[in-house]
Structure formats: C-alpha cells, structure tokens
C-alpha cells in the first residue's frame, strides 16, 4: 500500500456516480450562526458561501511483458503483478507528493502553490514548534482532523521525539528529510478503486517504449518499435 494511498484512506471520499466524467465537490468552511430564543420567538435565518472543487477522473497505467514459458514454468505472472502494483505505488507517491502544476494527464502534486513556513533549529522544541505551526497553518479548514506526512528518516524522528502526538504521521519517501507537510482531511477529497485493475493479454500489438505513440498514427508514421504478443508467444500485463 502506497504512503499517498494511506492517505486517500483519511480523506474525504467522493462517490462519483458511474459513467460521469466530472464531478463538483462543494466546500464551505463554517461560521458561528445561530442564537438561544425563547419559546415561541422566531429562530434567526443564516446562509453560507459555498465554493466547488471540480474533480475529474485520471488514470495511472503501465504495461510489462513476459514470455508464456516464463508464465508457465516460473510463477512469474505473479511475481510481476507485485510487481506492478508496488512500480504503481512508487509513482502516486512521486505525483501526489510533488509540486507539480495539474495537466491533462495527471492531477497537481500537494505541494503545487503551497508555501512553505520558515522552520526552527533541529531540535525537539523547534520540532514542536514547527508542527504546531503548520497545523495552525491549515486549522481553519482541518478542525481537528489533520495528518502530517514526512519522509521516513523525519517520519522516525517525529515518532521518537512526540510519542503522544495524536496525528497520524505518513512516511514517504517520495518527500525529502528537510520537508514536512500538515494536510487538511476534511479539504482533500478522492476517490479512488477499492485494488488496482490488472489484466493480461496474449494477442495484442505493442509500442515498446516508456512513452508510447499510436501504432500507426494519423500522418502514417509507424510506431517503432513495436512486438505482436501472438507471434512472439508473450503475455502483456496491465
């Protein structure tokens, strides 16, 4: 289970309904509103100002081909479906835990526009002090439900140094030893499959290559190269 998927756990989760495309998750952080009244008197009207986030789906695929006799004779169809998955984990974390702007493709990194508070000396006080901090950073929406994810060296460290810190603490190694992030839960909705989909083929045609083209384009230009699974007695797994 990836560090970025542990995360997905504690966040709000969208129910996107099937077949659509986009979905708007309102969010409205809330302010005192209401009054004690007496019995009979009439109760006070109040309104919030809601903005939405628009989620839309994204995919993280890969592909990885073996030989049949590998699969027959050598469990490895198994051994690369681990595979897979663990290859999978390794880059959600590397994208979830980034500063990268969103594309087309891929969803912007947690860090993308946030800006970072000015930490103390390495010590235990200046540690305390520095996750007090960013917690107060994102108190207005976190409440009481925040988490904090470090790299595993700071992750230890934290652990060691606060035994009785109530938040959870995600270690990552996608993040590095002089960063610290505070997540606002109830602020970071996902939604996500229950596992990862895996299937296998023996009869398709693939562009050998980390990044991939059409096979045979709109211009013509074959994609090269490329391997029939069929002819070459392959499985495809993906």
Do not use: C
Not at 89 to 118: K, M, Q, R
Not at 176 to 183: F, K, M, Q, Y
Not at 208 to 217: A, F, H, N, R, Y
């Amino acid at each position: 289970l990836s560090d970025a998927a542990q995360l997905f756990q504690l966040a709000y989760s969208a129910n996107v309904p099937e077949g659509m495309n986009v979905l708007s998750v309102p969010g409205v952080i809330p302010s005192q509103a209401g009054a004690f009244v007496r019995e009979l008197d009439p109760a006070p009207v109040t309104s919030w100002n809601f903005d939405a986030a628009i989620m839309t789906p994204k995919k993280l695929a890969l592909v990885t081909v073996i030989t049949r006799e590998a699969a027959k004779r050598s469990g490895a169809e198994a051994a690369v479906r681990g595979l897979l998955q663990s290859s999978a984990a390794i880059t959600l974390d590397n994208v979830l835990f980034s500063n990268a702007a969103a594309t087309d493709a891929a969803p912007a990194g947690l860090f993308y526009g946030v800006n970072a508070t000015v930490p103390g000396a390495f010590d235990e006080d200046s540690m305390i002090n520095d996750l007090t901090s960013l917690a107060s950073a994102v108190s207005a929406i976190s409440g009481d439900r925040l988490a904090f994810v470090a790299s595993p060296a700071r992750a230890a460290q934290i652990s060691m140094r606060a035994p009785n810190l109530r938040y959870p603490v995600l270690a990552s190694s996608a993040v590095s030893d002089n960063r610290v992030a505070a997540v606002a839960l109830p602020g970071f909705a996902v939604h996500i499959g229950s596992k990862p989909d895996i299937e296998i083929s023996q009869e398709a045609i693939l562009h050998m290559s980390d990044t991939p083209g059409e096979i045979v384009p709109d211009n013509g230009a074959a994609a090269d190269p490329v391997r029939s699974l069929y002819q070459t007695a392959s499985l495809a797994l993906r």
